[in-house]
T-cell receptor, first 114, second 115 residues
Framework: GNSVTQMEGPVTLSEEAFLTINCTYT??????LFWYVQYPGEGLQLLLK?????DKGSNKGFEATYRKETTSFHLEKGSVQVSDSAVYFC?????????????FGTGTLLAVQP | ETGVTQTPRHLVMGMTNKKSLKCEQH?????MYWYKQSAKKPLELMFV???????ENNSVPSRFSPECPNSSHLFLHLHTLQPEDSALYLC??????????????FGPGTRLTVL
């Protein structure tokens, strides 16, 4: 079945460091791909998405490119801030049925230190 | 972000209690979802409603009973829960369930502890 694998955390970085959080997926067909972010004490918020191969989603300095050949959707940011500390979830849309379902990875905790 | 609200934010209950979680969306969406978020595990989809009709029940035990009286409100009735049911319960909504690029918008969750 469809699944998402993302790197184990926590990821600890200093402010202004470069961030990469790896995400790979297994899916039949052509899913849409998402990154959601969960700040402490809050629900999930959509960070960015890509709907087809080679699309690049971007928001708030974060980017991810839909790579069909490597079945990946890695999240990157050139210079992280303390305020980026959160849990990041990679997800794909499950197209195996009529219902729009999201399949999530386990989440990666990012801790940015001043 | 007040698009999707959930009450209560925290709930402690005994195994013999009956309680309900409430979710309300102010986005004009037609689909609503319940997820369970446990530590160290991926988010688990529990139920999906589209235009008030249940379209997905992901093998959820009958001690969890959802109710969707209209497209804006979703409830999760809890009865005879187990300690392993302790988790963060998240509600989400989307325009409907037919659009595979539709974004799901999440509420802040209810932190449930079963004693």
């Amino acid at each position: 079945g469809n699944s998402v694998t993302q790197m184990e955390g926590p990821v600890t970085l200093s402010e202004e460091a470069f961030l990469t959080i790896n995400c790979t997926y297994t899916a039949t067909g052509y899913p849409s791909l998402f990154w959601y972010v969960q700040y402490p004490g809050e629900g999930l918020q959509l960070l960015l998405k890509a709907t087809k191969a080679d699309d690049k989603g971007s928001n708030k300095g974060f980017e991810a490119t839909y790579r069909k050949e490597t079945t990946s959707f890695h999240l990157e940011k050139g210079s992280v801030q303390v305020s980026d500390s959160a849990v990041y979830f990679c997800a794909l849309s499950d197209r195996s049925g009529a219902t729009n379902k999201l399949i999530f990875g386990t989440g990666t905790l990012l801790a940015v230190q001043p | 972000e007040t698009g999707v609200t959930q009450t209560p934010r925290h709930l402690v209950m005994g195994m013999t209690n009956k309680k309900s979680l409430k979710c309300e969306q102010h986005l004009g969406h037609n689909a609503m979802y319940w997820y369970k978020q446990s530590a160290k595990k991926p988010l688990e989809l529990m139920f999906v409603y589209n235009f008030k009709e249940q379209t997905e029940n992901n093998s959820v035990p009958s001690r969890f009973s959802p109710e969707c009286p209209n497209s804006s409100h979703l409830f999760l009735h809890l009865h005879t829960l187990q300690p392993e049911d302790s988790a963060l319960y998240l509600c989400a909504s989307s325009q409907d369930t037919g659009g595979f690029t539709d974004t799901q918008y999440f509420g802040p969750g209810t932190r449930l502890t079963v004693l």
